[in-house]
């Protein structure tokens, strides 16, 4: 249990376009989902924080027009990035959130790769 | 100043070798703390939590400073396998982790 599915998986556009980016939880509810981005030897980065129904939380400079986020049910959270440019070219991963008695627990998403030409 | 920190490493150890990674954090009001495991290219999975009695899961044990605010990771007897990046992760109210830089370990044989 507790699955984390991204799509898609890797994805190439041109400089200006906007790209979509879907994380599910295919076996359970996700009461909050996260966003980061992994820059190549860097760790993950928190970009925010998405609550089913609710606004997004960013983190400070996270450009919350440009990388917009939907979390429309308790199973998907989409990540748009809007107008990409090379600098956006990045390992973005999903991870959604149990609540579990002591910590929540989160399990993440296999990761999309987007490389901006 | 980071809220979490660990050394990047490189640390390359032989196949048997007891190998041991720190992390600290800045913020004493944290709540949960775990290590991650991440390979090349992949997603994080989780390796363990961090009790502050610390745990032990095998070749693997965890240890909680709260006082010092650093939590460490002992890996005994190395595999091949436990070559990976691993990961710090520190989580406050609102659930957010917030990953250390990550230490990559390469143990050869």
């Known amino acids: 249990g507790a699955v984390v599915s991204q799509h898609p998986s890797w994805v190439i556009c041109k400089s200006g376009t906007s790209v979509k980016i879907e994380c599910r939880s295919l076996?359970?509810?996700?009461?909050?989902m996260f966003w980061y981005r992994q820059f190549p030897k860097q760790s993950l980065m928190l970009m925010a924080t998405s609550n089913e129904g609710s606004k997004a939380t960013y983190e400070q400079g996270v450009e919350k027009d440009k990388f917009l986020i939907n979390h429309a049910s308790l199973t998907l959270s989409t990540l748009t990035v809007t107008s990409a440019h090379p600098e956006d070219s990045s390992f973005y991963i999903c991870s959604a959130s149990i609540d579990r008695r002591s910590y929540n627990e989160q399990f993440f998403g296999p990761g999309t790769r987007l490389t901006v030409l | 100043r980071k809220e979490v920190e660990q050394d990047p490493g490189p640390f390359n150890v032989p196949e048997g070798a007891t190998v041991a990674f720190n992390c600290t954090y800045s913020?004493?009001?944290?709540?949960?703390f775990f290590w991650y495991r991440q390979d090349c290219r992949k997603e994080p999975k989780l390796l363990m939590s961090v009790y502050s009695s610390g745990n032990e899961d095998g070749r693997f044990t965890a240890q909680l400073n709260r006082a010092s605010q650093y939590i460490s990771l002992l890996i005994r007897d190395s595999k091949l396998s436990d070559s990976a990046t691993y990961l710090c992760?520190?989580?406050?109210?609102?659930?957010?982790?917030?990953f250390g830089t990550g230490t990559s370990l390469t143990v050869i044989p």
């Open positions: 992760v520190v989580t406050y109210t609102g659930n957010q982790f917030y």
């Open positions: 913020n004493s009001a944290s709540q949960s």
């Open positions: 076996d359970f509810q996700a009461t909050t």
